[in-house]
């Protein structure tokens, strides 16, 4: 099932080896087990205080760090990862980041990461419920390691909280596609496509099921009838 953030930023498909459900996850995160969000540096809003953002990105969340290709101040990337995520919650790109990680090693809880990758999703939320792009990276990672119910409701959530780009899009299609909600997921396609999305697995995921028309038809088809159609036909 391939999952995007946005183009050239795959997230891998890894099999659902940290299945869990919806109470069972809410029993896994929390403050008490995921922390306190005081921290010496921060904690900072990733969209807000930029000026705080350069001496964490100099030296923790690197290109190399953030390309999952080694550590900055340490040798373990996600101990690099936790530093910046424990000044700035809500930090989107070192969030996906984590999650990537998560998924390269197989693991709920990356190397040198001092929380699971549900942690620290449960951290930015507690930190700004109101950032949406947040629950839009949770909700695809959940989505790569097999809750598809939980993975739908986040970006649900996300999309109340003003998501509706492309990529939120293509990513709703193929939770929708996944749990056998093909007139949900077709829609959701169409929107993608529309809005210039250009990678064909959602497409080619509905014609594999035999569920993908083109937008044309498939207005033609929701249109009610009109004239003589709507008449019966002339005689």
Known sequence: MNLWIRPGRLLCA??????????????????????????????????????????????????????????????????DLSYTLRAFPNHHRALHAMARLALREKTARPRASRYTVDCWFERAMRFRPDDGMVRLTYGI??????????????????????????????????????????????THAHRAYALGFNLPGLRDKLKRAGKWRDPASADATLAPA????????AN
């Open 226 to 233: 009109s004239g003589a159609e709507a008449a019966g036909g």
């Open 14 to 79: 890894v099999a659902g080896a940290l299945m869990l459900s919806g109470a069972a996850l809410a029993q896994e995160v929390g403050p008490v087990v995921c922390g306190s969000l005081e921290n010496a540096y921060g904690p900072y809003d990733y969209r807000t205080d930029k000026h705080k953002l350069k001496i964490v990105e100099d030296y923790h969340f690197t290109s190399d760090v953030e390309t999952l290709r080694r550590g900055a101040s340490t040798q373990a990337i996600g101990g």
């Open 141 to 186: 990672y959940l989505a790569q390691v097999g809750k598809r119910d939980n993975a739908l409701e986040m970006l649900e959530s996300a999309e109340k909280l003003g998501q509706s780009g492309a990529n939120f899009h293509y990513n709703m299609g193929l939770v929708y596609a996944e749990l056998g909600r093909y007139d949900e997921a077709l």
